[in-house]
T-cell receptor, first 116, second 115 residues
Framework: AQSVSQHNHHVILSEAASLELGCNYS??????LFWYVQYPGQHLQLLLK??????LVKGIKGFEAEFIKSKFSFNLRKPSVQWSDTAEYFC??????????????FGKGTKLSVKP | ETGVTQSPTHLIKTRGQQVTLRCSSQ?????VSWYQQALGQGPQFIFQ???????GRGNFPPRFSGLQFPNYSSELNVNALELDDSALYLC??????????????FGSGTRLTVV
């Protein structure tokens, strides 16, 4: 069965530190990849997505992610975090191609706490 | 663009009871998916509705059922509630087969507590 692994349960950083959140998936075929963010008390919001083309994807709020097919990874990065980035981050995949309903398979999430 | 709205926001039910959760999809979206997010976990796919029919289902028992209406709004029904059903239930709308273009829009969820 397809699955998504997020390596860190809780990451604590100081403002201006660099961020990298790991995400690996298990699926042998083509996938579409997403990172969602959930701010406290708010709904899931799309940070960025990858479908094809340049494996380095830029999203909102200065986030980017790199798809490395050989490693089945889609790590999220931000050069300098802010206190307002405190949130929970979810990696998700959708198997692409015919027969897929397009349902998202989520990782367990990584809680990011940024200290001012 | 109105976004996805869910009601109610919070709900407390007793074990064995039945519950109905509601979702209004984003304007222009024809597909609704439901997810269960237990505490400390990522959302788990329950099922998806398209043109008022179930279009895919995750690993959830039949006591989880749904409906989609002609205006694309949707309901999630859970019968014979169990304590483990306590979770945040998320609704997401999209355009079928166009999810690669627009992705999903999520509602804020309904927090269900079963006691």
């Amino acid at each position: 069965a397809q699955s998504v692994s997020q390596h860190n349960h809780h990451v604590i950083l100081s403002e201006a530190a660099s961020l990298e959140l790991g995400c690996n998936y298990s699926y042998g075929g083509t996938v579409n990849l997403f990172w969602y963010v959930q701010y406290p008390g708010q709904h899931l919001q799309l940070l960025l997505k990858y479908f094809s083309g340049d494996p380095l994807v830029k999203g909102i709020k200065g986030f980017e992610a790199e798809f490395i097919k050989s490693k089945f990874s889609f790590n999220l990065r931000k050069p300098s975090v802010q206190w307002s980035d405190t949130a929970e981050y979810f990696c998700a995949v959708v198997p692409a191609g015919g027969g897929s309903q397009g349902n998202l398979i989520f990782g367990k999430g990584t809680k990011l706490s940024v200290k001012p | 663009e109105t976004g996805v709205t869910q009601s109610p926001t919070h709900l407390i039910k007793t074990r064995g009871q039945q519950v109905t959760l509601r979702c209004s999809s984003q304007s222009g979206h024809n597909t609704v998916s439901w997810y269960q997010q237990a505490l400390g976990q990522g959302p788990q796919f329950i099922f998806q509705y398209y043109r008022e029919e179930e279009n895919g289902r995750g690993n959830f028992p039949p006591r989880f059922s749904g409906l989609q209406f002609p205006n694309y709004s949707s309901e999630l029904n859970v019968n014979a509630l169990e304590l483990d059903d306590s979770a945040l239930y998320l609704c997401a709308s999209s355009l079928l087969r166009a999810y690669t273009m627009e992705g999903y829009t999520f509602g804020s969820g309904t927090r269900l507590t079963v006691v």
